[in-house]
Structure formats: C-alpha cells, structure tokens
C-alpha cells in the first residue's frame, strides 16, 4: 500500500514538473512571438538532392527565435523556389543561400538552363558560321543547311529550325562583349525533333547560323533553294 502512494505520488510531481515545463516553454515562445523576436525561415519537408530545381511542395515555412537563425538563412519561399540545389539538403534543414546556385548563374550548369520539354545540342562552327563569333549566349538564331541531296548534281540551302536560343559558345554559358577566341561550337537549345534534325544535318552537309534581331520572334516559312532558284 505504501509503495503503491509514493508512485502514485511520484507519477503527480512528475505530471507537475511536465505541466510547469511545457507552460514556460508556451510562455517563452508567446514572449518572444509578442515581442517580434520570431522569423520564419525555410526548412526541407522531404529531401533534395542536388541539382534539382526546387519546387514549393519540397520546403516549408517555420518560425525561429531570431537569435538562433544563422547568417544566410531563406526566409522566404520566394527567395528559394525556382533555385538549383547545389548540394543534397535532408529533410528538417534549414535552407541557405550558400546551397542554392541561381539557374541562370554560370555554376548551375548547362542543363539547368535547359527548359522541360527540350533538349540541348551542339553544332560545330568556324568564324564564316558562327558570325566571326558575334554570336553570343543569349541570342536566338536560325539554322541553315547546305548539302546535296541524293541523285541530285546541285546542292540545296533549306533552313530546319528557326528562333532558338543560343545556351553557349564554345564552353561558355556566360554573355561577354569582350573579344572571344574562334568559335568552334555553339550550342542551342530545341525542340527534340529539331534536335535531330540538326543531328542529321551536322552529318550530311554544311550548318550555318542566322542571327535574329532580339525584338523578332517571328517563324515564317521558308522554301529550300537550289542552285536553279538561286538566281530568281
């Protein structure tokens, strides 16, 4: 019987003790709400692994003193939904500017500026095809091939692919206005069925690029020129 009323008192003083923890921790944290000491900061519902764009469903938003937010936090979904994760975050971590890398930053890679839906490729050029290298990221070109076709004693110009934008030169994902070295590849970025035309043009004949004014993003039908044509 005894044993029995000191756990029965013992079990009271430790609901006390729980009670008087959870109230202070109730208190404090009305405290520090009232006096505007909480920030919201972005936290990692489920895992991200790197190099993936980051979607609203991926983050949530929490409340933290102040205090204890470290430098560089998120603290808006804004600031973080559409970004590259740089490295793997884990589920419950903080979000920080230093694990982001902007999608059209040079460190995000090629493929993060490639749009869903399309595919990137490369065209070998020289400074006759690419402009003496005036091409530059950011621009939008058209796309001329030159070859003979089967059976044909001529060759044929026909342009496959119209208004798609040039991702890089050479290895460069970045725009410059300074003197670059001979261009010797640009790659663009299509539609995948384009992607093989130009695959297959590559192979058969000459490839020529035609630089867009930026205000035009026109796409008009162009009829093929042979050599008959080419005096009309």
């Known amino acids: 019987m005894k044993n029995r009323f000191i756990f029965l008192l013992a079990l009271i003083f430790a609901l006390a003790a729980g009670f008087g923890v959870y109230k202070y921790m109730g208190d404090l944290k009305m405290a520090y ?47 973080a939904v559409g970004k590259l994760s740089r490295t793997d975050i884990y589920p419950g971590e903080l979000l920080l ?36 290298g005036l091409v530059n990221t950011g621009d939008r070109v058209d796309i001329i091939v030159t ?6 004693r001529g060759s044929v110009s026909a342009g496959i692919v119209q208004n798609v934008p040039v991702l890089a030169v050479n290895a460069s994902l970045e725009t410059s206005t300074q003197p670059k070295d001979e261009p010797k590849t640009v790659t663009v970025m299509v539609e995948p069925r384009d992607a093989q035309k130009i695959a297959l043009a590559i192979q058969q004949g000459s490839v020529q690029l035609v630089l867009r004014s930026p205000s035009d993003n026109s796409k008009n039908p162009v009829n093929p020129v042979n050599l008959q044509k080419l005096l009309e």
């Open 33 to 79: 709400t009232s006096s505007g000491n909480f920030t919201p900061v972005a936290v990692a519902k489920k895992k991200i692994p790197a190099r993936i764009v980051i979607g609203e469903d991926m983050i949530e938003m929490k409340e933290m003193p102040a205090a204890y937010i470290p430098a560089g936090a998120v603290t808006g979904k804004k600031d």
């Open 97 to 132: 500017q230093n694990k982001l890398l902007d999608r059209n930053s040079a460190g995000a890679g090629l493929s993060s500026k490639v749009e869903p839906g399309k595919r990137a490729i490369s065209i070998p050029v020289n400074n006759v095809t690419a402009l003496h």
């Open 147 to 152: 070859f003979t076709p089967p059976g044909e």
